[in-house]
């Protein structure tokens, strides 16, 4: 058996023939669904590891197996960053309403602002060049919900707003459908 380190988070683990028989490993048969299997490769992974110095504890694990002349090359990659889990702020319900590109944009805020419809809790953000409205209430008038629907497209959960929020350049932060229609009109 032979490793090499390829890189900080990668190990490459040579098994030769004589070791696949040793560690009684059949490469066909060679599955993480197999007992026998999983262990042995989780002692040679740890093995391998703790030679070249990689800490795999609490890290995402990628091994990858290929069989080339009687002999079996394992790869592994060490991930050491995990899915980020992103928890808001504060428990308020926001409607987050994308609408694309500028045209759309100002046509929404257009209509918006022409129909009157009392609505203070609302503001403007641009993220990845494309605008979007969010309103800081769950609920919205239902002609408010009609336009915002024929224009563009309603966020799936609250966090999608919470990521405009976070990321995304502030355009108007209060009242922004009065704010930018009174200069369209």
Known sequence: MTIDKLADNRVLI????QDMSDFSLDYSKMKFDDGHSRKVLMRILRLACMKEGIEINGKSVLLEAI???????LL?????HRHKRYRLKSNKNSLCYHLGGSGNFLDTIEQLYRQNVCCNHNSAYMYNNEYYLIFDYPSIPHKLKRVLSEYGNKGK???SA?????????LCRNNAIAQIGKFLV
């Open 76 to 80: 592994v990659t060490i991930n050491s």
């Open 67 to 73: 069989n080339f002349d009687e002999e079996c090359y």
């Open 157 to 159: 959960n609250s966090l």
């Open 162 to 170: 919470a990521r405009v929020k976070e990321n995304g350049k502030q």
């Open 14 to 17: 040579v098994l030769c023939k």
